[in-house]
């Protein structure tokens, strides 16, 4: 597969990278239970939401800014340069919404991530039982 990006892109996958990494860790260091992250959905869940705050803090910062303004001495033509960062040509702060909605998920409805646990039952009129 060939991820395309430019500038501090990458940065997204490697915070939720890390913070799931850590967050699973340390969940099972304190718990002394060698699946405890993997069986409470929900820590893996907060931790991609701490990196997707972090990603949309860091990306604003980055593709923020007015950028550098560079004229033509002939026929003077402003031209603004400004570098980019983003992955698959979408910038880093967009990006970071799509990991907080994906830990807001696994948070909130861990049974679609969960391969294991069945979907809550419902009757026929739509309500849980």
């Given at each position: 597969m060939?991820?395309?990006w430019r500038g501090y892109g990458p940065l997204v996958i490697l915070f939720a990278i890390l913070a799931v990494v850590i967050a699973s860790y340390?969940?099972?260091s304190i718990t002394n239970d060698q699946h405890f992250a993997a069986t409470h959905l929900w820590v893996n869940g907060?931790?991609?939401v701490i990196s997707g705050v972090l990603s949309f803090i860091v990306g604003i910062?980055?593709?923020g800014g007015s950028g550098?303004?560079?004229?033509?001495?002939k026929?003077?033509?402003r031209l603004i340069y400004k570098k980019k960062h983003d992955i698959f040509f979408?910038?880093?702060q967009y990006w970071a919404i799509v990991v907080i909605i994906v830990g807001g998920c696994m948070i909130f409805c861990p049974h679609v991530f969960d391969k294991h646990s069945p979907a809550p039952a419902t009757n026929v009129s739509g309500t849980s039982q």
């Open positions: 060939v991820i395309f340390s969940s099972n907060i931790a991609l910062r980055l593709n550098r303004v560079l004229v033509d001495p026929t003077r033509q979408i910038p880093m």
